[in-house]
């Protein structure tokens, strides 16, 4: 069974850091694009940033400069470092990865249970 574990969300002050951490068990082939999504109280989730097995990497706009998506592929963990956080970054956040079981299968999306990153102002 897959899964993903996520860790280091919490309450930080505007212009804080946190970083967050995934990492994927259980039993697979391989994992593929990794990424990072956050939903705020009334929103729908969002795409916040999204790293590929040869860690290209995508942002979104917003949060350019100032988050930096990173992986070890050895240990199937992705990280989301998050500095000069904003009042408007706070939204739980959910890991996703795209994993093949098998080797032969397409890769399917796990998400992992989210965190709470708060930013006061």
């Known amino acids: 069974q897959v899964q993903l574990v996520e860790s280091g969300g919490g309450l930080v002050q505007a212009g804080g850091s946190l970083r967050l951490s995934c990492a994927v068990s259980g039993s697979f082939f391989s994992v593929d694009t990794m990424g990072w999504y956050r939903q705020a109280p009334g929103r729908q989730r969002e795409l916040v940033a999204t790293i590929t097995r040869g860690k290209s990497t995508n942002y979104r706009d917003s949060v350019k400069g100032r988050f930096t998506i990173s992986r070890d592929n050895a240990k199937n963990t992705v990280f989301l470092q998050m500095d000069s956080l904003k009042p408007e970054d706070t939204a739980v956040y959910y890991c996703?990865?795209?994993?093949?079981?098998?080797?032969?299968?397409?890769?399917?999306?796990?998400w992992g249970q989210g965190t709470q990153v708060t930013v006061s102002s």
């Open positions: 996703s990865a795209a994993i093949r079981i098998y080797v032969d299968t397409v890769p399917f999306d796990f």
